[in-house]
């Protein structure tokens, strides 16, 4: 089948320090390729530092890579000027780490999960409104809740009202970077319930990105381990799982122990 | 509304202590008007006795500061020795042209500022950010002082600016239009100082705060539904970096009547600067607590503007004030 997603060969410097005289180049994307199916879920796993946020934020058409394409259904959309970009960007969504930096705490529910709308300027307030409320529904953040302000929500109820607005938009991918990571055990299962639900009733295509091996086997069809800025390992899940190839994902899998471990890691240990 | 209520009750405590500590001080220092008379041999000792008696310097402490307060509370501000005349009217008549000076500088500053904050911030550590960086700390560390005198040298060498004064000789003869045009070519260095010495404050703080709020993740999600990036700028990350701007401005405000002392005094502009240095000079007493109290009215003034701007802002200090 023809990928939805399919990035080749990213690079993306950053230049480090601010002084006038130092030329020192931060590597942070070191020629990565990957490619995501439509409606399927790819698990991008790998230390913090090793490169995963800049990669979705490329993806997502908010960063400039250095080098490389980004092919979105037939589309190199890293060559795209960045008023093509805007246009493109809604079909791409993000739904980030800290739920508590990521909406607006000035606002309410409902204007936030109807900012969305704003943006596209075609729709009337009282449309933008039922929108929003039928998001709010969708995410199962109870109606009463609308008129409350972002810093008055729960770190769940937080997280649900970021997922609404990330498919206000329709969007085909949905990239959720670490979106479960700042959440307690209870509430990461049903919010990892949640997306599953919405994968197959919206035909989402996810890329989650993540450091916990539990939560991508549970989520993910595939699977890429990302270690300093370079794709090492990639494949199904299933096969990552049982038998690894790379250092890094030996640790990383270390690093959740209880959850997947099998007999011949705890001997390494 | 409670809350503002509490904010302006604290203000006017804050006045009367300030009235207080200030009349005190001006009080208890070394000397007053009257001493220089006491060393002309020509004025006779009953006669300068006569006249503090006349002005009551010979009462006791609190029971002045009563007096004055009481002529405070009826609009007046006790007698000027110098000018022999109520200090109030005096005062106005200079505050209105300080006034003229530093609202123009200010509100020039600010839209300055604005943008230029903003610019800088979406550029953050790129060559253009670094050049506005570096301009307005160089600004920075050069004296409100050598500014002014800087100016003046310019005024004096190339003739195109007045050195100072508020308008020109025979003022009263010019039509309207050139009145104003001869009000404005007099306003341009003064101004100008004021400018210089007020942006580079004001544009790092406006580049610092709208700088940190960029990188919130909701301002990059709102990008990411196809906002255009001007919008962001102005109307999102502006916004949410509103709340440190909004206590600048207040103080801006605040320093309306005090903060252009120095300029005043190097351009010989006719404002509250000059006036209150030769009323501390003469120790005129009442001239110098009068304009101390205006300049402290603005800087409370100020700071409860700025707290009614903040309040109507910002929804999330509408429910804590509401909540307590």
């Not at chain 1, 590597?27 to 698990?43: E, K, R, Y």
């Not at chain 2, 110098?82 to 609202?103: E, G, I, Q």
């Not at chain 2, 509250?272 to 110098?288: K, M, N, Q, S």
Request: proline fraction near 6%.
């Amino acid at each position: 089948m023809q990928p939805l997603l399919r990035v080749e060969n990213l690079v993306k410097h950053y230049v480090a320090g601010r002084s006038a005289g130092s030329r020192d180049k931060l590597v942070a994307l070191d020629g990565v390729s990957l490619s995501i199916a439509p409606q399927s879920t790819l698990a991008l796993i790998g230390e913090s530092g090793s490169g995963k946020s800049t990669l979705a934020l490329c993806i997502a058409c908010l960063e400039h890579p250095t080098s490389g394409s980004i092919w979105f259904e037939g589309i190199d959309v890293a060559a795209l000027h960045e008023n093509q970009q805007r246009k493109f960007r809604p079909q791409i969504q993000l739904v980030f780490q800290d739920p508590a930096r990521s909406l607006n705490p000035r606002w309410t529910a409902l204007e936030i999960a109807s900012e969305p709308f704003i943006v596209r300027q075609d729709t009337s307030k009282q449309e933008r409104e039922n929108k929003a409320l039928e998001l709010l529904d969708c995410v199962a953040i109870p109606r009463r809740l609308a008129i409350q302000r972002a810093d008055e929500l729960s770190g769940g109820q937080k997280q649900r009202l970021a997922i609404a607005r990330a498919l206000a938009l329709e969007p085909k991918l949905v990239i959720l970077d670490e979106a479960l990571s700042a959440l307690d055990c209870s509430v990461q299962a049903q919010i990892s319930n949640l997306l599953l639900e919405l994968q197959s009733s919206f035909g989402l295509t996810y890329l989650f990105i993540t450091h916990d091996f539990a939560m991508a086997a549970h989520l993910a069809d595939q699977i890429a381990v990302m270690d300093r800025g370079r794709i090492v390992e990639s494949g199904p899940a299933e096969n990552i799982l049982r038998s690894p190839s790379h250092e890094a994902t030996r640790s990383l899998l270390a690093a959740t122990l209880p959850f997947t471990a099998t007999p011949s890691i705890r001997l390494e240990l | 509304m409670r809350y503002l209520l509490r904010r302006s009750l604290h203000a006017v405590f804050l006045l009367l202590g300030v009235s207080l500590l200030t009349f005190l001080f001006s009080a208890l220092a070394p000397g007053n008007y009257f001493d220089e008379m006491r060393l002309n041999p020509q004025i006779s000792p009953e006669t300068v006795a006569a006249l503090r008696a006349q002005y009551q310097l010979d009462r006791p402490l609190p029971v002045r500061y009563a007096h004055w307060l009481n002529a405070v509370a009826h609009g007046q501000m006790g007698f000027s020795f110098a000018y022999n005349s109520p200090v109030a009217p005096l005062l106005w008549a200079r505050a209105r042209n300080t006034l003229l000076l530093t609202v123009t500088a200010t509100l020039l500053a600010w839209l300055l500022a604005l943008p230029l904050g903003v610019w800088s911030a979406a550029r953050f550590g790129r060559a253009p950010d670094r050049v506005v960086s570096w301009t307005t700390a160089t600004l920075l560390v050069i004296p409100d002082l050598v500014l002014a005198l800087g100016l003046l040298i310019i005024a004096v060498r190339t003739g195109w600016f007045p050195t100072g004064g508020l308008t020109s000789v025979g003022f009263d003869e010019l039509s309207p239009l050139n009145k104003l045009r001869d009000l404005a070519w007099h306003m341009t260095l003064p101004v100008i100082a004021l400018i210089l010495a007020a942006l580079p404050t004001l544009v790092r703080h406006v580049r610092a705060s709208v700088a940190e709020v960029l990188e919130a993740p909701f301002l990059r999600a709102a990008l990411g539904h196809g906002l255009p990036h001007s919008k962001l700028l102005y109307g999102y990350a502006l916004r949410a970096a509103a709340n440190p701007l909004i206590s600048l401005f207040g103080f801006s405000v605040g320093t309306l009547l005090s903060g252009s002392l120095l300029v005043e005094v190097v351009m010989s502009w006719p404002g509250l600067g000059p006036f209150l240095l030769e009323a501390i000079l003469a120790r005129d007493l009442y001239v110098v607590v009068g304009g101390v109290l205006l300049s402290m009215i603005f800087l409370v003034a100020g700071n409860l503007f700025a707290d009614v701007l903040l309040y109507w802002a910002d929804p999330r200090i509408r429910t804590a004030a509401s909540a307590k």
